[in-house]
């Protein structure tokens, strides 16, 4: 079995993905890389579909790592919950109309899991906790290439002035338009670390205006 000290880490390998700046936007290029992926709508805060996506992506989540310690003898870190966040207008955001969102929640794996050992996770985490949200989980590779990130410390309802500083005048000023959804990387754990605390990394896919 595979130490801890062995152990895969996503955040150790693709340390410029996972630790931006806090002072000023950064560009990434982001690699292609293979996720466990949830899509729905609705506020964060009270959507039931949005509780039952993060639930099911942590489930199986630990149910690949288990599996692939124990028959692989290949271990992991699970990955932080990441999203992807869109609206048909995009002010949605910046104005925190969250009724009107919609997102793909996210947890990034590596890339030996494959779609088996995805459909084996997901049927381990329906025999423990029955979750319709598994019906709707899969497997997908992703490549958001160029971005532009930073790390946003404190309420997620604070990231609004971010936002809009990002979109309204960092990205006009570098000749650039949007190439994706806004995407979100929550490092800290909201039910255990105080809203002026949580770190979360704040970034954009883009491409020239």
Excluded: C
């Excluded at 995009?90 to 009107?100: E, L, M, S, Y």
């Excluded at 949200?133 to 930073?150: C, N, T």
């Excluded at 946003?152 to 990205?171: C, F, I, K, N």
């Amino acid at each position: 079995m595979a130490g801890a000290g062995d152990k895969y880490d996503l955040k150790r390998e693709h340390a410029e993905l996972y630790a931006p700046s806090a002072r000023d936007f950064s560009f990434v290029d982001v690699p292609p890389l293979r996720f466990l992926a949830v899509d729905g709508h609705g506020d964060p805060n009270s959507a039931a579909a949005y509780r039952e996506a993060v639930e099911a992506l942590f489930g199986v989540a630990y149910a690949t790592k288990f599996a692939s310690k124990r028959r692989l003898a290949r271990d992991f870190v699970v990955a932080p919950l990441e999203g992807l966040w869109w609206a048909e207008d995009p002010t949605a955001f910046t104005a925190r109309d969250k009724a009107a969102w919609s997102w793909t929640m996210l947890i990034a794996q590596p890339d030996w899991i494959d779609d088996d050992a995805v459909a084996a996770a997901i049927e381990v985490a329906r025999a423990k906790t029955p979750n319709p949200a598994l019906d709707r989980l899969r497997l997908e590779r992703r490549h958001e290439g160029r971005s532009v990130q930073i790390l946003h410390v404190g309420s997620y309802d604070e990231e609004a002035p971010t936002l809009a500083r990002l979109h309204d005048e960092w990205m006009p000023q570098h000749g650039l338009t949007f190439n994706g959804a806004h995407h979100e990387i929550y490092l800290s754990d909201a039910r255990r670390t105080a809203p002026d605390k949580l770190r979360t990394v704040l970034r954009q896919p883009v491409k020239p205006a």
